[in-house]
Nanobody
Framework: QLQLVESGGGLVQAGGSLRLSCAAS????????MGWFRQAPGKEREFVAT????????YYAESVKGRFTISRTVYPQMMYLQMNSLKPEDTAVYYC????????????????WGQGTQVTVSS
């Protein structure tokens, strides 16, 4: 089945930038919307950003709007999250996910998940 692997996480100072990548294998992304979610210790998993399979429409959580940019490519089958002006409250494990159909802001709508990549923002 479809497999997703995140990479690009790490330690960065407040105000810095990171770019997360999500590589897909096993199946094509055709017809699949994709999204980024994050989860901090002791908190529920929350929506970050999502994008349609054609890449024509995007939607962001209010907390990251203007700072993060989601994008994807068909070849290679990749999704990215460019994170700028990072804040300590952005510290979390970031997960990529995909679902067949339109994008959705609810984690419950997604069937395929990566294992996550740690992002730590120091102050």
């Amino acid at each position: 089945q479809l497999q997703l692997v995140e990479s690009g996480g790490g330690l960065v100072q407040a105000g810095g930038s990171l770019r997360l990548s999500c590589a897909a294998s096993g199946r094509t992304f055709s017809g699949y919307a994709m999204g980024w979610f994050r989860q901090a210790p002791g908190k529920e998993r929350e929506f970050v950003a999502t994008i349609t399979w054609r890449g024509g429409s995007t939607y962001y959580a209010e907390s990251v709007k203007g700072r993060f940019t989601i994008s994807r490519t068909v070849y290679p089958q990749m999704m990215y999250l460019q994170m700028n002006s990072l804040k300590p409250e952005d510290t979390a494990v970031y997960y990529c996910a995909t679902r067949y159909g339109t994008f959705d802001i609810s984690a419950r709508a997604y069937d395929y998940w990566g294992q996550g990549t740690q992002v730590t923002v120091s102050s």
